[in-house]
């Protein structure tokens, strides 16, 4: 034990060591005991059925998207901005998401996002026009937005990088399930109660998910005694991302590239997006931290999520639409032909997520996956509409393995590099930009199919003469702009249509190729980082026991300089050392000094 003698009664009473330290940190800290396997899928079970709740309300959605978008009139540019508005608002709200991880109650967060998207998700239900499902469509975005990016911080304090994967495989099976059987059910239920009701399915599991993450999620709450939220950053963000999209989706068609109305809309996007960029170099506590981009895992994930994603939500979007205006598929069958495609997927998450926790090896897992997805979309762009399907199911196939095998580590080697104070930014902006690439990617994307479908139906079409009442109602539908119903066609406009769409998707996937041949070249670069056997919560509490043993010994150091140190050994003898030095204690002293400390404790609880 140390006793430090000083004039000031104060130093007189230090009596401290890294011992004391420690143990005071421990107790103070709380934190979890090293949990078992069972004991940790009960802590996520909410986050997994939350997590399903979304992927099941955007999946059984997905192949009934054309039915809807023709059975409230809507256009081919409508029918992008369905997609894009969620996409939009999960850009724009994942940031926002992930900084208040940081700052407030992560729980409380989890929650607040899940009620979000399922009270959009059954308002969308009762949509009476293309308008209103897309303003719908932006409160299921922000809500999609706080599970993308809370489910991934919340699984980081829980579990460590290098175990990761052993719980997220299964947990990846659970979304195949959703992924897989989303599509299939989406389809069933159109053709058989009508698109509405495929609104309404994933409520029952929503309410679930909050029962399960009220009683069964337990998680560390951020050590921040203020909270500082940029407001200004967040107006700045939105006004910039949302002015850019519009203005890249609706040029080219609602007005002319070189008119004052794009002038405008584009002077607005770089300004706001600029002023963004300054405001968080001044801010207490930005929405994008700069300062990450100067960790290089960091940069060159961020670069890898935009190029993949592109090709993720490109797939996500285009896929339903090849098979059913291209193929003449119904919303069922455009399920199951897209099951190849989630197989690849899914099945390379699980697979590699498990090889990736027991070797701890990830880098040569995600240059193969990047390879893989540079030769499933260039095999996309070969599509048309009498393509064999089974040369369709192996791209498909190959695509989806190489998105697998990259997506989900893209986030886990950025949370193994990242500190832990800052998991939440760090992890909410992979997703970020990922979300802002496949939205601008899609909506771009869009703009060309319409353009593209135009040309090649217009060549289709000339010199071709009716010869039939409804081949004249037929062609009239189409110079509407409107998506087609395809099955309710004339055999003769129906080939040229199916024609037009096939080629037209192809294109829109040759965009992807050069991205996916930089995300290769940024995951090249990766620092090949050993993933960590430690959680977040861990890393935190070690943190805090550094700091505070390093306080201590400041006050000890500081008061030594001006006193003479007394030390006691185990026996109850005493000695002075010269003043500004201190001995120090064997480890036979130090449990010494711990008994008679548990005896002292024991005689006074008995008095």
Do not use: C
């Amino acid at each position: 034990m140390v006793d430090v003698d000083q004039p000031s009664s104060k130093e007189q009473d230090l009596t401290l060591t890294a011992a004391d330290t420690s143990r005071h940190v421990h107790h103070t800290h709380h934190t979890p005991a090293s949990r078992s396997a069972r004991e940790v899928f009960t802590a996520i079970s909410g986050l997994i059925v939350g997590m399903f709740v979304a992927v099941l309300s955007g999946t059984v959605v997905s192949t009934s998207m054309p039915v809807i978008i023709a059975d409230l009139g809507g256009t081919q540019s409508q029918y992008t901005w369905v997609i894009t508005a969620s996409l939009l608002a999960t850009a724009v709200s994942t940031p926002i998401w992930g900084k208040l991880a940081d700052l407030v109650d992560r729980k409380i967060l989890i929650q607040l996002s899940l009620i979000l998207f399922t009270v959009g998700t059954v308002i969308a239900g009762f949509s009476t026009d293309t308008n209103m499902l897309i303003a719908v469509r932006v409160i299921q975005g922000i809500g999609v937005g706080g599970l993308m990016s809370l489910v991934m911080i919340a699984v980081a304090l829980i579990i460590s990088p290098r175990e990761r994967g052993k719980y997220m495989g299964v947990v990846g099976g659970i979304m195949a399930l959703g992924t897989i059987g989303g599509p299939l059910l989406g389809g069933l239920i159109t053709d058989w109660w009508g698109w509405r009701a495929n609104f309404f399915v994933g409520v029952p599991f929503a309410i679930v998910a909050l029962v399960l993450l009220q009683f069964t999620l337990h998680l560390p709450k951020p050590n921040r005694a203020k909270v500082s939220i940029d407001y200004f950053g967040i107006v700045l963000l939105a006004v910039g991302v949302s002015t850019l999209l519009i203005w890249v989706s609706m040029g080219g068609s609602q007005f002319e590239w070189n008119s004052g109305t794009s002038w405008t809309l584009g002077i607005i996007a770089v300004v706001g997006i600029i002023a963004f960029v300054v405001v968080e170099f001044f801010v207490p506590e930005p929405i994008v931290p700069m300062s990450l981009f100067r960790n290089r895992t960091f940069t060159l994930s961020v670069v890898a999520s935009i190029a993949i994603g592109v090709s993720m939500f490109a797939t996500s979007v285009f896929l339903a639409q090849y098979f059913q205006l291209a193929r003449g598929a119904t919303p069922t069958e455009s399920g199951l032909m897209t099951i190849p495609m989630i197989i690849g997927q899914m099945g390379a998450s699980i697979v590699i997520g498990q090889l990736v926790s027991r070797f701890g090896k990830w880098k040569g897992w995600m240059l193969t996956g990047s390879v893989l997805t540079l030769i499933g979309v260039t095999l996309m762009s070969t599509l048309r509409y009498d393509t064999p399907f089974s040369l369709v199911a192996v791209y498909m196939f190959v695509l989806g393995a190489g998105l697998g095998m990259v997506m989900q580590n893209l986030t886990l080697i950025v949370q193994n590099d990242t500190p832990p104070t800052q998991l939440g930014a760090a992890s909410s902006n992979v997703n970020f930009f990922r979300t802002i690439a496949g939205t601008i990617g899609v909506t771009v994307m869009g703009s060309m199919l319409a353009t593209k479908v135009t040309d090649y139906m217009t060549d289709a079409l000339t010199g071709f003469t009716p010869s039939s009442q409804a081949e004249i109602d037929a062609l009239k539908a189409l110079g509407s702009g409107d998506v087609p119903k395809v099955s309710a066609l004339p055999d003769t406009i129906r080939a040229l249509v199916e024609s037009a769409y096939g080629h037209g998707i192809a294109d829109v996937f040759v965009i992807a190729i050069p991205l996916a041949v930089l995300a290769i070249i940024a995951i090249a670069f990766v620092k090949n980082k050993p993933l960590s056997t430690k959680t977040a919560a861990e890393q935190l509490r070690d943190q805090a026991e550094e700091s505070a043993i390093g306080v201590a010994e400041a006050e000890v150091g500081a008061s030594t300089a001006t006193g003479a140190v007394r030390l006691q050994s185990a026996d109850g003898a005493q000695w002075q050392t010269s003043t500004g030095s201190v001995a120090v204690l064997s480890d036979d002293e130090l449990r010494g000094d711990e008994q008679r400390d548990e005896q002292r404790d024991e005689q006074l609880r008995r008095s």
